[in-house]
């Protein structure tokens, strides 16, 4: 391994590889990835792909929309197949506070030109029969969402990074973040140091310990999240939006010819990562009660992820005050997927002194300090 380097990043997740082949655009050379495991190993694998354009803060909206020039022609731009499948992203409002939300989050998203449909339980039923629609209030639905393989994507991005000159390693850990002073100077890894005037945290859901190892305090927390597979599934007809019960904290979409099922989600931190077949009691309930037909799926496996959640559900983007050189790409907060190719482009800029395509001031660190998080009216539905 080199003894220096431009700027390092810590983590080979979409985050660090977004990043890498962004500044491999920019022509940028000694770029060094440090990744612990493998590529890709982290929540990135078992993200469930979901890429949409509804949100409901502007910043999520611009993220969004940035994303999506790259994975609408992501075959173009990068060499590789993306099989992005834009089967619609619907969501189901139970109550009439969440109806009245969504109906304000569709009239912000209709500001951007996101074309998003409001639907009453009749459209519903008419479209989906097999959704169970009595308790609803109604529903949003936008065409152009839907999900791809977070593999795929990766793979795109590490092969441009790598064309682009970024040295990857695998299987090499950053155990401690050197610093002179308010400045950072490389890092200690178990093969050795790298001394580089820039570092950069990209370790999603341990964020929080790379944070540490330079001194600081980077409010990023992992919450595991449990997702579910069933056997083939022929009794619902094909396609199938990746559907959302607000209420009850449930989704589900195609899986090859089986379904995706979301299961519960923990709500206090951890790094544990087991499947936990209680888990499976509360996601068939969830899944009957909304589509009865479910109750013919038979649950095959499943997995166990962690979202790297911040205080306000929003990412934590920029340097960090007072530690010059130590750049943040964290706290994604169940979005991390969909929105890294914009997080890559602007965390790019900013290391690189341009100014962001995006402004991203209200995503700095300092906002918890001083009292500013974002606010939601709902809390971000995280998928
Ligand atoms: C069940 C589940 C479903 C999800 N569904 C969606 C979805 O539908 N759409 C969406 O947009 N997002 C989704 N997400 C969130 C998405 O997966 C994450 O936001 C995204 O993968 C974050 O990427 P990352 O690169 O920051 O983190 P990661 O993929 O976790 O990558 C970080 C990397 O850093 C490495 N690392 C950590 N510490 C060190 C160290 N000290 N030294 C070296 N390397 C280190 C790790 O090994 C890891 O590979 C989902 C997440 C889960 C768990």
Redesign the pocket.
Known sequence: MEKTADIII?????????LAYHLAQKKVKGVVL???????????????????AQFSTEINIRFSLESLKTWNHFSEIMGTELDFKKVGYLFLAATEEEWTIFRNNSDLQKKFGIPVDLLSPQEIQYRWPFLRVDDLQGGTFCQGDG?AG?HEALSGFVRGARRGGVRIYEG????QILRKGNKVSGVR?GRGEIFSPIVVN??????G??GK?AGVEVPVQPF????FFTRPFPYIPDPLP?TIDFSRGWYFRREGKGLLI?GPKDDFPSFNLNVDYQAMVEVARNSMYRVPIMEKAEIDRG??????ISPDNHAILGEFPGLRGFFL??G?????????PAVGKVMAELILGEQPSIDISCLSVERFSKGEPIREALTAF??
Request: glycine share 18%; hydrophobic share 35%; net charge neutral.
């Open positions: 810590i983590g080979g997740g979409i985050i660090g590889t977004s440090l990744e612990k495991g493998m590529l890709g190993e982290g929540s990135t694998a078992k993200c469930a792909g979901g890429i949409r999900y977070p090499t850990e950053v155990l890894t990209a370790a999603g859901p341990y964020a310990e790379v190892m595991r999240r449990q997702l990746l979301s997995w166990a992820g962690s979202y790297e790409a964290n994604f907060s169940g979005h991390g997927f969909q929105h890294s995280k998928e």
